[in-house]
């Protein structure tokens, strides 16, 4: 019993021991769990680096540690084969080391420039000429709207890089005055440039994140700063992304709301029926009636629509409207005895003015 | 299993033979970031003349008089971006690699009009006025251009030829060059045959990556 005992301790305190040299816990610094798929992953880190960036906590002394500590949880979590080595071995088992930039992994999913806190001083200084913005249209389905997504891009850009010798740069029209003797003068236009240092330009590439957020809307852009049109005497412009929803065949969206509808036969709006309605997630939805169910008549699930883009957690309503298949043969004399006999219905008849609401 | 001896030099000969043909497509296996998708932003640039495809708001003054379409030297003009659409609403969802022969259309970013052609005759070289044409990225059936090219889907890399739907002309540019007020940009029209003055490849751009789950492989032709 005692050695039972004795070697169980030392397995604990060898698990302790091993726990602390191995290094960090990157799936507890992004706050996922160790199942957490890529997407997971690539949604906490782009919420927590905009939270950690060190120009947002200039207070915080260890807000550098904190960045680079989530910049490389990220880069092994993200990639599967590094996740692997890691889950198995820890951090001490990853080979090759994090060599690249947190730089890099912060402009995927933000652009060049990153992000600028406290102000966009970018606007500030007017003086800077900038390159063109471009606007991206990105079609987006119902089901991302739903659960969200990320959509990767490759941009290949012009970027201005340095090159021997010279160049002429802030050329401007300006007025000379000439003598032409006592008391003549002469204004002329001229064309005045500056001498800068020669640049041109160079095609660059690097993959972007665009995360598709639960319950955007249309209409809605995601800018990536600086991965725009480049200029040669200032600074790019920006990449945009522009949320564009497309139809669906089975919902239609208002707001938060989805409508949908649904056609069922005679007998089961007479008699009631149970369904199921297969959701944008997969999630089925059940439906159970044993009242009568006229054609027109709405049903309203309620937490069934769409995550509200401010608050994912608070959902909109599915409703649903039915309509009845009629008979498309005629019914033959021995049925139509039989239905009179069945329901029992005197003739109605009423003759009014349906337009008018009464 | 195998016999020792006789045959040692030729067993791993076999053996390499035999992997390689179990290898599906033989070492041609594309990574797919390197297909151009459809939603894709991309300026096109004509290998033989070194100019890109671009447009603005200045139209022409002949023909139809509908937006110019022309070819320019720089590299970092805003107007020369061109998003790759599929031939009818919903007919190429986004990622969806574009397959050689597959029609399309070419939506001038900032001015929201498709690449067109009809039979006008172009201002400079007579042969068939490339417009642009359109509003909001709605035009007309003679927006469909077939992507001509080698193997199976187009590639960045490659160089391609578009072929009018409609009228059956290439993309083309042959050198001649307009005055003022666009001065040195190219002439941009529709001939006949497929030569030299019709390739082109994807430059800068925005590239939707193919997204991994099969296309839902309308196809419009």
Known sequence: MAPQNLSTFCLLLLYLIGAVIAGRDFYKILGVPRSASIKDIKKAYRKLALQLHPDRNPDDPQAQEKFQDLGAAYEVLSDSEKRKQYDTYGEEGLKDGHQSSHGDIFSHFFGDFGFMFGGTPRQQDRNIPRGSDIIVDLEVTLEEVYAGNFVEVVRNKPVARQAPGKRKCNCRQEMRTTQLGPGRFQMTQEVVCDECPNVKLVNEERTLEVEIEPGVRDGMEYPFIGEGEPHVDGEPGDLRFRIKVVKHPIFERRGDDLYTNVTISLVESLVGFEMDITHLDGHKVHISRDKITRPGAKLWKKGEGLPNFDNNNIKGSLIITFDVDFPKEQLTEEVREGIKQLLKQGSVQKVYNGLQGY | ?221
């Not at chain 2, 998003?83 to 939506?107: D, K, N």
């Not at chain 2, 050198?175 to 040195?184: A, D, L, T």
């Open chain 2, 1 to 221: 299993m195998w016999s020792a001896g006789r045959g040692g030099a030729a067993r791993p000969v076999l053996l390499g033979l035999l992997l390689a043909l179990l290898v599906p497509g033989g070492g041609a296996a594309k990574t797919g970031a390197e297909l151009v998708t459809c939603g894709s932003v991309l300026k096109l640039l004509n290998t033989h003349h070194r100019v890109r495809l671009h447009s603005h708001d200045i139209k022409y003054g002949s023909g139809s008089g509908q937006q110019s379409v022309t070819g320019v030297e720089a590299s970092d003009d805003a107007n020369s971006y061109w998003r790759i659409r599929g031939g009818s609403e919903g007919g190429c969802p986004r990622g969806s690699p574009v397959r050689c022969g597959q029609a399309v259309r070419l939506t001038h970013v900032l001015t929201g009009k498709n690449l067109h052609t009809h039979h006008f005759p172009s201002p400079l070289s007579n042969n068939q006025e490339v417009s642009a044409f359109g509003e909001d990225g709605q035009g007309d059936d003679l927006d469909l251009w077939t992507v001509r090219c080698s193997g199976q889907h187009w590639e960045r890399e490659a160089a391609v030829r578009f072929q009018h739907v409609g009228t059956s002309v290439f993309l083309s540019v042959t050198g001649e060059q307009y005055g003022s007020p666009i001065r040195g940009q190219h002439e941009v029209h529709g001939m006949p045959s497929a030569n030299t003055h019709n390739t082109w490849k994807a430059m800068e751009g925005i590239f939707i990556k193919p997204s991994v789950e099969p296309s839902a492989g309308h196809d419009e032709l």
